[in-house]
């Protein structure tokens, strides 16, 4: 059964770069057809798609994040990571990790990070 | 961009109870990518439904899904205290790649 868990800085200065690791265990994330993806969920906005990452490193992300979405895979370690940068408050938010099979749903999900953005 | 609007955003039922949720698409899509999750506090997200209709694994059958085109219904027959929960459907667009959510109905006891 895979897992995943999320790790990274729970408090992050605006501007900054907020950085997050996902650490994927009972699975390759390398192996199969699977994308990763980046969800975030704000008390506001609901639950918010952020971006996915394929096994050969192909990336999609938001359009409504204009461009501050990076996503990486560390395959030796089985992790994949998100930098998003220049952060405001609006960037608060609760973010999981999750398995995304074929195009169409997330079936397994990390149990989620806290990240404030706040001086 | 698509919009996935939920209805209604808050249920108040009793257990034993059908519960209907609506999730109505802003254009038409296809049923292939739509899915439908249920979120309880503290926890992540858990998919119930994929391709409209389909139960994930380990999903009880008292959940289903249906619909096309625009409208799109999760239904839960008999409701045991566990369900009650937010409900989420979750849309998958191709151009460009994105997935959308809904804004969610929260399934309160009445």
Redesign the interface.
Known sequence: QVQLQESGPGLVKPSQTLSLTCTVSGDSIISGSYYW?W?RQSAGK????IG?IYARGNT?S??SLKNRVTMSMDTSKNQFSLNLSSVTAADTAVY?C?RL?G?????S????TLVIVSS | EIVLTQTPGTLSLSPGERATLSCRASQSVSSSYLSWYQQKPGQAPRVLIYGASSRATGIPDRFSGSGSGTDFTLTISGLEPEDFAVYYCQLYGSSPPRYTFGQGTKLEIK
């Open positions: 993806s969800i609901g639950l918010e798609w996915r999609n938001n359009p999981y999750a099979i195009y169409s749903y997330h079936d999900w990390g149990q989620g």
